[in-house]
């Protein structure tokens, strides 16, 4: 099913319909290299159209590596606040500091030495080979398998393994103008290749597509388990209506930021419960959460009040405002 005219159709198509994206903008080589960086960390987990504010905000306020390597980490999470996930910001500046100090200010332009830095596996690697370093890379994203399961009319399980994905990545061919063919093919799943309702009387490549020409464009996915855990919030209030919160250290998510206690309880206690209840996602994590509000502080404290009149001064994850903007 290869076409020579493949990588021509696609880069064409991008020439004229590629989204404006900030990370995009025509800057020096250095400074492309630091924007494709902090972009795909961002990108991790989140939507480009999440991103795009945060990116905007973060590289106004911290321009370049070596100002990300010297941020101090208050001034850091509140650039990342309400982005979530936040060991990613953690590993950005632990990535810049190596880069300033390891490798002489210079991102590695080799795939070894980007999943060396915290933070870069496999995708993130190929991501920053191919859109920095222009290398003939077409990372496996969410829209790039998803273009591939169409093209080809991949249905079963074993058609759509992710090691047979990369197999059909052939499919794409290459051209010199690597790092703009790597986003021209995600630009198309995110745009035109949609999960429902693709628009295929703009896809460059409809004519090649099995799926277009079967008139079937469902997507299998590989069932991914969302374990379901129920917890209970313990809100403590004080006089002056101030929360009580403290730095996570119990558990794997969101460690060190400001959360309530939490306690994991059996899910009849939580069907039980007759308080508020909340469902927070968190990754493959399905959180059923019970909240009670508590009028004795609890005898071990490590943690602190915050005055939710001063909430714009303190860095607080989404999953603790969702918590506060309930009881409020």
């Not at 902090?38 to 590596?65: A, G, H, R, W």
């Not at 208050?74 to 982005?83: H, N, S, T, V």
């Not at 309702?197 to 008139?215: A, E, L």
């Not at 209030?237 to 060190?256: E, I, M, P, S």
Request: proline share 5%; charged share 30%; net charge positive.
């Amino acid at each position: 099913m290869t076409n020579q005219n493949i990588p021509n159709k696609i880069l064409k198509w991008y020439d004229n319909n590629k989204r404006n994206l900030p990370w995009r903008k025509k800057v020096s080589k250095s400074q492309k290299e630091y924007f494709t960086l902090v972009s795909e960390f961002m990108l991790q987990q989140t939507q480009v159209k999440t991103v795009i504010p945060y990116f905007e905000n973060f590289t106004s306020k911290i321009p370049d590596l070596i100002s990300l390597s010297k941020v101090r980490d208050a001034k850091l999470m509140k650039c990342w606040e309400g982005l979530g996930y936040y060991s990613r910001a953690k590993n950005l500046k632990k990535t810049a500091k190596i880069i300033i100090n390891e490798f002489k200010g210079k991102l590695p332009n080799n795939e070894e030495g980007l999943k060396s830095l915290p933070g870069i596996g496999d995708y993130t690697a190929k991501a920053i080979m191919a859109i920095a370093f222009n290398n003939k890379i077409i990372p496996l994203d969410g829209n790039v398998e998803r273009v591939l399961k169409r093209v080809f009319y991949l249905k079963k399980e074993k058609e759509i393994s992710k090691e047979n994905l990369h197999k059909k990545k052939s499919f794409f061919g290459e051209t010199n103008r690597a790092s703009d063919y790597a986003q021209a093919i995600m630009e198309i799943g995110a745009l035109i290749c949609k999960p429902t309702k693709p628009i295929c009387n703009q896809c460059p490549i409809s004519r090649n597509c099995k799926s277009f020409k079967k008139n079937d464009f469902q997507i299998v996915k590989v069932n991914k388990f969302n374990k379901q855990i129920f917890f209970e919030a313990n809100i403590f209030q004080n006089k002056q209506n101030n929360y009580y919160l403290l730095k996570n250290r119990k558990f794997n998510f969101l460690k060190d930021m400001p959360i309530f206690p939490m306690n994991e309880i059996p899910k009849i206690k939580f069907k039980n419960h007759i308080g508020k209840r909340i469902n927070i996602k968190m990754s493959n994590m399905d959180m059923r959460i019970a909240i009670t509000m508590k009028n004795k502080l609890p005898e071990k404290r490590n943690g602190f009040f915050v005055d939710v009149k001063d909430l714009s001064n303190l860095t607080l994850p989404s999953f603790t405002k969702k918590i506060l903007n309930t009881i409020r």
